[in-house]
C-alpha cells in the first residue's frame, strides 16, 4: 500500500515564499518532471518541456527521485516523501482513498465512489482523479472502468497500462492483462 505523508504546517510567519525546485528523470514511460519545495512534492507530471532547476535540489526532491527510480527497478511498493497538492475537501477525500489502493492491484471508479461513501459522486471521483497532479504516488492509474476496461489516464492510457503491468509483474511474477 503506498502510504502519503503531508508535512506538518509549513511556517507562514518567515514572510518569504516558498522556492520551487523542478527536475526531469527518464523512466521506462518517458520523461516525469518533479516539482516541489523543501516541504513536499507537488506535482508529478509526465509533461515535458518544462524548464528544470539548475541548483542543488533539496533533500525531499533527492527523495523523490530515489523512491522513484526504485519503483521503476521494481524493488519498492511504498513511497514514503511527503506530498502535498491543493484541492477542495472531496478532492482530498479522493486522493486519500487513491493511496489506499494496494500496490499491483485496481478497483473501478464505482468502487471508488462507493469507498468514500458517495455511490452517487461517479463523475465527480472520475474528474478528481483527472485532476491528481501527483501520478504514481497518488495511483490514479489504479482506477479502471467497472467493465474493466482501461479508462482515461492523464498521461496516456498506455502509460496506464505499462504501470499496472509493472505493478502486477513485480508483486505476482510475469502476467499479461490488458
Known amino acids: 500500500m503506498i502510504t502519503s505523508h503531508i508535512p506538518p504546517n509549513i511556517p507562514s510567519d518567515t514572510g518569504a515564499e516558498l522556492s520551487s525546485y523542478i527536475h526531469t528523470i527518464i523512466t ?3 520523461p516525469l518532471t518533479i516539482i516541489g519545495d523543501v516541504y513536499a512534492i507537488n506535482t508529478l507530471t509526465f509533461k515535458e518541456g518544462m524548464s528544470v532547476t539548475h541548483d542543488p535540489l533539496p533533500d525531499t526532491l533527492l527523495q523523490c527521485v530515489a523512491e522513484l527510480e526504485a519503483y521503476f527497478a521494481g524493488s519498492l511498493q511504498q513511497f514514503t516523501f511527503p506530498i502535498a497538492q491543493p484541492g477542495t475537501e472531496f478532492q482530498q477525500t479522493v486522493w486519500q482513498q487513491l493511496t489506499m489502493i494496494p500496490y499491483g492491484q ?3 471508479y464505482m468502487q471508488l465512489a462507493k469507498r468514500i461513501n458517495n455511490p452517487k459522486s461517479i463523475r465527480a471521483v472520475g474528474t478528481t482523479n483527472g485532476k491528481n497532479r501527483i501520478a504514481i504516488v497518488v ?5 479502471i472502468g467497472s467493465d474493466g476496461s482501461l479508462t482515461g489516464y ?3 492510457i498506455w502509460r496506464k497500462k505499462w504501470l499496472l503491468e509493472h505493478e502486477i509483474k513485480q508483486k505476482f511474477g510475469s502476467l499479461e492483462l490488458f
Open 28 to 30: 521506462p514511460v518517458g
Open 154 to 156: 492523464a498521461g496516456g
Open 139 to 143: 495511483p490514479c492509474h489504479r482506477v
Open 106 to 108: 485496481t478497483i473501478s
